[in-house]
């Protein structure tokens, strides 16, 4: 048996020399409170919430300085329910939000990790509520995420199961002037394969004043090649959006075009628009 390897070795524990610089910061956000809910007679009150307008999260973030305009960095952050302390997921998964790391200078940035997608760092910025309330906003579900896709429904066909985040996805970001450029590939890691549950994407945003452009594509080839499930292994993703500042209010507007192509079911395609009103 012969086993042939490539790696990458983007950072370390931040133990380097005595002269590099490092700086670490643990933050975090907590949003809970009391509820009560009655439903047909069925009244009952619960503190557990992960949180409503910003998940409730513990943050680690890390960069050292490496000299010459390059720095090494990392992220870790974990999501939590604020009544019984537990993860925000029934996997167990720690570092379910965030878990990188990464090398950035003056070429950009290259991370490699659990991380938003592409499309959500490009969408985010022109959804109304921004990366707030994703629980009851359309955008953690308009977008990609997750190398395999939930069981699609009436109002959900493209079913995300990732929230918008890719595992063992690499990620380069870079911005020049107004312009930003992103793009990524995040690897299936199936035996036999490298395109099933694998995801590519190329970003550009542009931001000067009070405009904000955007627009995504995303090639997804989620992997759900089992007898119980359909075998979606086709993913078109476009989207492309604009906000607009005037005094105090924000307007934004997005559109997405959502195609996914299934053997078994054929072809679903889900098209997403939003438009909104910020007034701060």
Do not use: C
């Not at 990609?144 to 990732?162: D, M, V, Y």
Request: hydrophobic share 40%.
């Amino acid at each position: 048996m012969k086993e042939t390897f490539l790696a990458l070795a983007l950072g370390s524990a931040f133990a380097g020399s005595a002269h590099a610089q490092s700086n670490v910061s643990v933050t975090g956000s907590v949003d809970g409170g009391l509820r009560y809910i009655s439903n047909d007679g069925e009244d009952r009150v619960t503190v557990g919430s992960n949180g409503t307008s910003y998940n409730n999260r513990l943050t680690f973030r890390g960069t050292e300085n490496l000299g010459g305009g390059l720095s090494a960095r990392f992220h870790l952050e974990a999501g939590f329910n604020l009544g019984t302390g537990t993860l925000d997921n029934n996997v167990g998964q720690l570092f379910q939000r965030t878990a990188t790391v990464g090398l950035a200078g003056k070429w950009g940035a290259v991370d490699v990790g659990r991380q938003f997608s592409v499309a959500f760092k490009v969408a985010a910025p022109l959804s109304p509520f921004g990366s707030n309330y994703t629980g009851i906003t359309p955008l953690a579900i308009a977008v990609p995420g997750s190398q395999t896709l939930g069981t699609p429904t009436a109002t959900t066909p493209a079913a995300n199961a990732g929230v918008g985040r890719f595992n063992n996805d690499i990620q380069y970001t870079g911005t020049f002037g107004a312009w930003t450029a992103r793009a990524e590939y995040a690897a299936g890691e199936q035996a036999g394969s490298h395109s099933d549950g694998s995801a590519s994407a190329l970003g550009l945003s542009y931001a000067s004043g009070p405009v904000l452009l955007g627009a995504v594509y995303t090639k997804h080839k989620p992997n759900m090649r089992t007898t119980a499930n359909p075998s979606f292994q086709d993913r078109d993703h476009w989207l492309a959006g604009a906000a607009y500042k005037i005094g105090e209010a924000r307007f934004t507007a997005a559109y997405v075009d959502d195609k996914v192509a299934t053997a078994a079911a054929g072809e679903r395609h889900t098209r997403w628009t939003w438009g909104g009103v910020q007034y701060v």
